[in-house]
Structures are given as C-alpha cells and as structure tokens.
C-alpha cells in the first residue's frame, strides 16, 4: 500500500498569502497519478487539481500543483477568503487508492 | 450539471444491514467507473470500493471486504451499496463520486465530482 505524508498539518496563513502544501509518498508515482482535493466544513471534497499539475474544470488559476516521483506539492499563489479548507492528496497508481491525512489551511 | 445523490443512510445496531443508493445525472452513467468513498467523524478521507462502468470489474477495501457489495443499474444511472454486519467504524458519512474513466485503474481512479453524501451510525 503506497502511504501518502502531508505536512504540515495545519498551515496559519493571512488572506493574500502564499500557500505551499507538501504530499509525499512511501513510493515513486508513475506518471504522477496524483490528485488534489480541497473540503470545506460540511461540503463533499472538490476536486482541484490531478495528473499532479492539471487543473480540474472551473478551478481558479491561483491553484497550482507540480512534483513528480514521491514529493509533490500544492501551492496557493494568494489566498481568498473561500480557500481556507482542508486539503487532501491522494494516489492513482495502484490499489488500494489512498489519501494523505490531509492539511487544514486556517487563517492567521 | 454532473448531479449525484446518495440517500439510504440511517441508524443502525451493530450487526445489521443498510443499502444506500447514489442516483446520477448530467453524464453518460455507463461510461464511467464510480466509486463509494467515506469518512468517520473527524478524519480523513477512505476509499470503500469502487466499480467499472460496465458494472464488471470491482475492489474492496481490507476493511469491507465481504460485507459490502457494490453494485449499479445503468438502466437507472444509479449506483449502490449493500453493507451488511455493519460495525461500529463504519459510522461515516459515505460520499458516491464518479471516477475520471471507464475502469477505476492507475490514470483514472481519481474522483472529479462528488455528491454531498449520505450519513451512517452504527449503534446501539
């Protein structure tokens, strides 16, 4: 089972803040099968970002995500109001398909 | 509008059986691998199972491997989930998600649209 670390665990930032979130895997991700989910307090997860880097439909460019191999990253350029969330990664190179313990983006 | 919603969820006694049910609108159901997704009160996010398009290709997680079944009616563009023996850690809240292919396989087992999930507790 490929075991997905996310740090930190809670990030303390201000609106218009940079936001860097680190996902890294017990093994290498062929082809950077690799996606990014953020959640709300009481809302469904939403899909960010997958293929590592490639924005899903309707996600605002201040999104970004980039890395290959075992260390990827999720980065904020600046953060609005609505982006302080949970985020999660999560793994689609072999079963079981597993999620990192998620960083909680708060505000400062 | 890709629409998906869960119902079934409930309360029940340690032991029992609840099937729930993820009605999906907005695509072409039959093309697309789903997948049953939940989270416990406070954590974090654990795949349960997901299943094929065509309904012929299936996974379970260790932790409900022979008392969950996943299934679904392309006639209904509807997906499901029987869980039987329910314990008391599978109190969750249980999302359906479609997949982003045919087969949920290394590409495409990742999720790019959620329903806002059912609720489960398992209690006496």
């Known amino acids: 089972e490929i075991v997905l670390t996310q740090s930190p665990g809670t990030l303390s930032l201000s609106p218009g803040e940079r936001a860097t979130l680190s996902c890294r895997a017990s093994?290498?991700?062929?082809?950077?099968?690799l996606a990014w989910y953020q959640q709300k307090p009481g809302q469904a997860p939403r899909l960010l970002i997958y293929?590592?880097?490639s924005r899903a439909t309707g996600i605002p460019d201040r999104f970004s995500g980039s890395g290959s191999g075992t260390d990827f990253t999720l980065t904020i350029s600046r953060l609005e109001p609505e982006d302080f969330a949970v985020y999660y990664c999560?793994?689609?190179?072999?079963?079981?398909?597993?999620f990192g313990q998620g960083t909680k983006v708060e505000i400062k | 509008e890709v629409q998906l919603l869960e119902s079934g969820g409930g309360l029940v006694q340690p032991g029992g059986s609840l099937r729930l049910s993820c009605a999906a609108s907005?695509?072409?159901?039959?093309?697309?691998?789903m997948t049953w997704v939940r989270q416990a009160p406070g954590k974090g996010l654990e795949w349960v199972s997901p299943?094929?398009?065509?309904?012929?290709?299936?996974y379970y997680a260790d932790s409900v491997r022979g008392r969950f079944t996943v299934s679904r009616d392309n006639s209904k563009s509807t997906l499901y989930l029987q869980m039987n023996s329910l314990r008391a850690e599978d109190t969750a809240v249980y999302y359906c998600?479609?997949?982003?292919?045919?087969?949920?396989?290394?590409?495409?087992?990742?999720?790019?649209?959620w329903g806002q999930g059912t609720v489960v507790t398992v209690s006496s």
């Open positions: 299943i094929s398009g065509s309904g012929g290709s299936t």
């Open positions: 998600a479609k997949a982003g292919g045919f087969y949920c396989g290394a590409g495409s087992c990742y999720c790019d649209y």
């Open positions: 999560q793994q689609y190179v072999s079963s079981p398909w597993t």
């Open positions: 907005g695509f072409t159901f039959s093309s697309y691998a």
């Open positions: 293929g590592a880097s």
């Open positions: 093994q290498s991700l062929t082809s950077s099968y």
